[in-house]
């Protein structure tokens, strides 16, 4: 989970003397400000990659240093990516199962309340719970209600729609939904030290490394 | 050419993809062909709009409908629109859940042909009930009349298998849109399209925790909508086959009718993405090899379509029953023998032509196929409306149906209607999925 609280970030205010970047570059977003007296608060080092290997090597090494708020960025699905990270269950299966569940029980309730309950009516001397004749409508009540499920649960657990992301402001991110692979370390990791990450990023093949501004 | 061609030309890269496919839509300048195209189907659209109103204001009697053919051709168009759409959930759900991975640069253009055929269909049933302005009486509402709907009736069924299979396609279709809204985003140049799709892309950014629950509901989706669009088409054939008219009430409807559906919509695919992969220059992305597997899945399905038509006289001759035997004679003998030899010779014989590879790898060929094959399906479901209900049991009841030119208007500006969605789709939505497509690359080949 990207945690986009402004009001916490681990590293906010510090002064540019407690790392003195060793390098030049985009990645001294503070270095641009050597006269604010407090740098803007930090959401995270993100760094950009050419391939999905290296991005990929870079998440798991980055997550075997023991960081886990971090985060890949892809234009397309990449599943080593996520496990890479980390991040290998969603609930959104047992999500669909109970929506499918619950929209099944309300259709078939449905019409055995208003066929039975409310306005029995014999038809051909058919019993007034006719279920078998109550299934098609059953089922697809089961797939409506799963569906809808899977989509807006996805978008749920997604917090989407979200129009504004930090990670937007990186310079190069519009690469992202074409042919650029990024890895952010988020500034709420409890082992982000600023420098640290930045010189780890660096050793991965990394194209750049730049801040990224809450 | 053959059946080992690549699914996607092997010079393709990241980049290359999402600059191919987004330029067609941000930056390619419209044609005049398309405009051209555009017109045509707008005008056709205009005569549906006229039918339509003509209808609401004199009423049913404009269409050739009466006792005994009270269902003639717009119920007829009802299922041969509705069974064009299967096609494009076909390709996108269930080739997913197979793992055919030819299907991702078609199954975007499926998918929307399945919402816009949807939408022709929607409106047939709606426009035969005489009174459509009460059309929300098939809702079970609660209402002052203190009544409910007959949910024992398959015309019951048909409002919630159609009803949900056009939402469950709408979503499957916007879901599957999303990624390629945010490169649209990034990739627009002016204010109004990054504002458009930025609002629709709703921030999506490409991250891992994302995609992976996104392949997950996309996953779940496809799980959905498979055994959907099979109970959609078996709903609509027990339309036909709860009845007891000779020639509908019988077991072999639910699966005919679908391999029918299946059948007509790959036609269909075919009948459009030909052209329009020359016109756009997509030959890199839809490759042969999409060609040959739609014509083996039309082949294929074509057989099963030809199975039935044996088992249903074959049915009519082993029930025993004299009005079962009298309909198959007819069918065959009767007025409308015409239509029922045609629809052998289009949907029978026609793709048999599809066993030998040489046709498959004439385009042209198999455009004509795809042609004769949507018009054969057309005609079988004119012999099922038709010669089941002008002869059922009473002779002194017997009538003959001819559709008036009003039935043709409506028929004809249906499809003018779903031409104008396709250009509009076509001009201003990616109709090749660009984050699939990144995905069947060599170089998306995680390397470490």
Not at chain 1, 139 to 149: D, P, T
Not at chain 1, 187 to 200: C, G, I, S, T
Not at chain 2, 65 to 92: E, K, M, R
Not at chain 2, 414 to 421: A, C, E, H, P, S
Request: glycine share 8%.
């Amino acid at each position: 989970m990207p945690n986009d609280d402004p009001e916490n970030p681990r590293h906010g205010g510090g002064d540019e003397p407690e790392h003195p970047s060793p390098l030049s570059g985009p990645i001294a977003s503070h270095a641009q400000h050597p006269h604010r007296r407090h740098a803007p608060p930090l959401y995270g080092v993100i760094a950009e990659f050419d391939t999905p290997g290296d991005l990929v090597h870079a998440a798991r090494k980055v997550y075997e240093q023991g960081y886990r708020r971090i985060n890949g960025y892809s234009p397309y699905p990449i599943e080593e990516l996520s496990e890479a990270i980390g991040f290998t269950h969603t609930s959104l299966p047992l999500i669909v199962f109970i929506g499918g569940v619950l929209g099944g029980l309300a259709g078939f309730g449905m019409q055995y309340y208003m066929e039975v309950i409310d306005y029995p009516l014999n038809v051909g001397g058919k019993p007034y719970n006719s279920w078998p004749a109550f299934i098609p409508i059953t089922f697809e009540c089961i797939v409506l209600a799963a569906a809808f499920s899977a989509v807006l649960g996805m978008l749920i657990l997604n917090k989407l729609p979200q129009p504004y992301h930090p990670v937007f402001n990186v310079p190069n991110f519009a690469m992202a939904t074409r042919d650029r692979f990024f890895l952010a370390v988020e500034a709420n990791d409890p082992k982000f030290d600023h420098a640290k990450v930045v010189l780890m990023l660096r050793d991965l093949n990394a194209l750049e490394v730049s801040d990224v501004e809450v | 050419m053959h059946s080992t061609a690549p699914v996607i030309d092997p010079g393709m890269t990241f980049a290359s993809v999402t600059d191919k496919i987004s330029s067609i839509v941000l930056k390619r300048k419209t044609s005049l062909a398309w405009f051209f195209g555009f017109a045509i189907s707008f005008a056709l659209f205009q005569l549906m709009l006229l039918a339509i109103t003509n209808l609401v204001f004199v009423g049913i009697g404009l269409w050739g409908v009466n006792v005994p053919v009270a269902w003639g051709i717009d119920i007829l168009n009802f299922v041969w629109w509705i069974g064009i759409g299967h096609a494009g959930t076909l390709i996108s759900a269930i080739l997913l859940l197979l793992r055919q991975r030819w299907r991702t640069s078609i199954n975007r253009f499926a998918e929307a042909m399945t919402l816009f055929a949807v939408a022709q269909a929607g409106m047939y049933p709606i426009f035969h009930l005489g009174r459509p302005w009460l059309m929300y009486w098939l809702f079970p509402y609660p209402n002052t009349m203190g009544i409910w709907p007959q949910f024992r009736s398959p015309l019951m069924w048909d409002v919630f298998a159609v009803s949900t299979y056009a939402t469950v396609s709408a979503m499957f279709w916007f879901v599957g849109l999303i990624p390629d809204f945010a490169t649209l985003r990034d990739r627009a140049r002016s204010k109004p399209f990054q504002l458009l799709y930025g609002m629709l892309a709703m921030g999506w950014r490409g991250s891992a925790r994302h995609w992976h629950r996104y392949e997950m509901a996309y996953l779940l989706l496809a799980g959905l909508a498979t055994p959907l669009v099979l109970s959609v088409h078996t709903i609509v054939s027990f339309d036909f086959a709860v009845g007891i008219i000779p020639g509908w009430h019988a077991t072999i409807f639910p699966p005919y009718f679908v391999a029918g559906a299946i059948y007509a919509g790959f036609a269909m695919v075919l009948l459009l993405t030909i052209p329009l992969r020359r016109f756009y220059g997509l030959e890199g992305f839809i490759t042969m090899r999409h060609m040959h597997n739609m014509a083996k899945v039309m082949l294929a399905t074509g057989l099963i379509v030809g199975y039935g038509y044996i088992v249903e006289a074959f049915f009519g001759w082993y029930s025993g029953n004299r009005y079962e035997r009298f309909m198959i004679w007819n069918r065959m003998h009767g007025p409308y023998s015409l239509y029922y030899w045609a629809l052998i010779l289009c949907n029978i014989i026609t793709p048999q032509f599809l066993w030998w590879k040489k046709v498959r790898s004439n385009l042209l060929a198999l455009w004509i196929i795809s042609f004769i094959v949507s018009i054969g399906m057309w005609l079988e479901r004119f012999v099922i409306v038709v010669t089941s209900l002008h002869r059922d049991y009473l002779p002194s009841s017997w009538g003959m149906y001819q559709p008036t030119v009003w039935d043709w208007s409506m028929f004809i500006g249906t499809i003018g209607f779903f031409f104008t969605l396709l250009f509009l789709f076509i001009r201003f939505l990616p109709m090749i999925s660009i984050f699939e497509m990144r995905t069947i690359l060599p170089s998306a080949e995680v390397e470490e």
